[in-house]
Every structure is written in structure tokens, then in C-alpha cells.
């Protein structure tokens, strides 16, 4: 168990749709991150919080937005949902925000449009 | 911007055999290097990393892997691999800019033969 939690597990839904996505970082990082693994793009960085800052941004879409609340848990808005947005996403979080802090990933998040 | 390279998509081993998967990047800089293994329906697990020092890094698992500048390579190594080691595994290169993006390869399928 990574300590990274993320709700919910699966989710289902027709395209043009909204949906939110949580995380919850393990006890004590301040960073977190979003990914998008499917099989055609494979493992692709969305986006990275410190401390409720955006830090660093990747190949996310105009329709996806993220934050990092207060409290440190993190949500990922994907909007106006189209076929090729199902995947899973991940979230992963670690200690710091620096490339020497290693990242510890949730079991993800299996979106479906339909 | 920095890429890597998982050239085997694929590789079946015996259990009880010895398991090398290769991993190539492409960073201007002194590279961190890590990999990962995610088994089915589970996030991604760190398996060890390489910040500097010795080139020869022991992670979790009875893992290693070797760092060889000249050939930009970071291969994962077991002497002996378990029916457990059946899994996915990605090589990733971190970002020396601001934050801390990993950049993963395609990823390498282990099926482990009885």
C-alpha cells in the first residue's frame, strides 16, 4: 500500500460529460502529481502541485484542470469528455517537490466514456 | 526534452532464470533515473533509483540495475525471477526544470514461464 488514495476507483460515463477525480497523498507530501496511462500514449505527465501551487505542467488538455486544496488532497476536472479521454489516472505523490524525491503512486483511477 | 526507450515490449522468462530488461534515455544532463513495476490492477511501485555515486543500484525485490553513462542506459536486472515478478515494468527519466516530471518509457511485460 503506497498511501496514496484515490476515489473512485472506476468510473463510467457518456461523452460530453463532467467528472472529478480525487487524490489523497500520503501522510506527509506536499507534492502531487496526475498522469494519464492508455495504451495508444502509454504513461504521460498531466500536471504536478506543491503545497497547493501549480509546479510543473505536461501534456494536459485545455479540458482537464487540476488543484490542490489546503488540506493537501488534489482533484482532476475533466470536462466535455470525449472517447479518447478513457484511460486510467493516476495520481502519485512524494515528500517534496524536487527530482530527487520519488514518487509514490495510487492504484488509479479506470475512466470509460461511452 | 528528455525521452526513454523500453525496446522489448514484451519478454517471457522461465522461473528460476536470470531477467535483464533494457532501458535507454536521452537527457542533456546528468539524468534520475528510476523504475517501476506495476502489477495488474495496481498503481506503480518504485523498484530503486539512480541519483549519482555508484553506478550499480540494489532496489526492492532482489532488483538491481546499472548505470552506464557511455551507452545512456539504466537495465534492470534479477538474477532469478519469481512467478511474482509477472508484471509490467517502466524505466523513467526525471527532469533536472523546475518540479519534478518523470518522463516513462512504454513499459516492458514480464510473463514468467513455470
Known amino acids: 500500500d503506497s498511501g496514496v488514495t484515490q476515489t473512485p476507483k472506476h468510473l463510467i460515463t457518456a461523452t460530453g460529460q463532467r467528472v472529478t477525480l480525487r487524490c489523497s497523498p500520503r501522510?506527509?507530501?506536499?507534492?502531487v502529481y496526475w498522469y494519464q496511462q492508455s495504451l495508444d500514449q502509454g504513461l504521460q505527465f498531466l500536471i504536478q502541485?506543491?503545497?497547493?501551487?501549480?509546479?510543473a505542467k505536461g501534456n494536459i488538455l485545455e479540458r482537464f484542470s487540476a488543484q490542490q486544496f489546503p488540506d493537501l488532497h488534489s482533484e482532476l476536472n475533466l470536462s466535455s469528455l470525449e472517447l479518447g479521454d478513457s484511460a486510467l489516472y493516476f495520481c502519485?505523490?512524494?515528500?517534496?517537490?524536487?527530482?530527487?524525491?520519488?514518487?509514490?503512486f495510487g492504484n488509479g483511477t479506470r475512466l470509460t466514456v461511452t | 526534452a528528455q525521452s526513454v526507450t523500453q525496446p522489448d515490449i514484451h519478454i517471457t522468462v522461465s522461473e528460476g532464470a536470470s531477467l535483464e530488461l533494457r532501458c535507454n534515455y536521452s537527457?542533456?544532463?546528468?539524468?534520475?533515473l528510476f523504475w517501476y513495476v506495476q502489477s495488474p490492477g495496481q498503481g506503480l511501485q518504485l523498484l530503486l533509483k539512480?541519483?549519482?555515486?555508484?553506478?550499480l543500484v540494489q532496489g526492492i525485490k532482489g532488483f538491481e540495475a546499472e548505470f552506464k553513462r557511455s551507452q545512456s542506459s539504466f537495465n534492470l536486472r534479477k538474477p532469478s525471477v519469481h512467478w511474482s515478478d509477472a508484471a509490467e515494468y517502466f524505466c523513467?527519466?526525471?527532469?533536472?526544470?523546475?518540479?519534478?516530471?518523470?518522463?516513462f518509457g512504454g513499459g516492458t511485460r514480464v510473463l514468467v514461464k513455470p
Open positions: 539512480y541519483f549519482s555515486g555508484d553506478t
Open positions: 502519485a505523490s512524494s515528500e517534496t517537490g524536487g527530482n530527487n524525491s520519488p514518487l509514490h
Open positions: 523513467a527519466v526525471g527532469a533536472l526544470a523546475a518540479g519534478n516530471k518523470l518522463t
Open positions: 502541485y506543491y503545497n497547493g501551487e501549480e509546479r
Open positions: 501522510s506527509g507530501d506536499l507534492s
Open positions: 537527457y542533456g544532463a546528468t539524468p534520475y
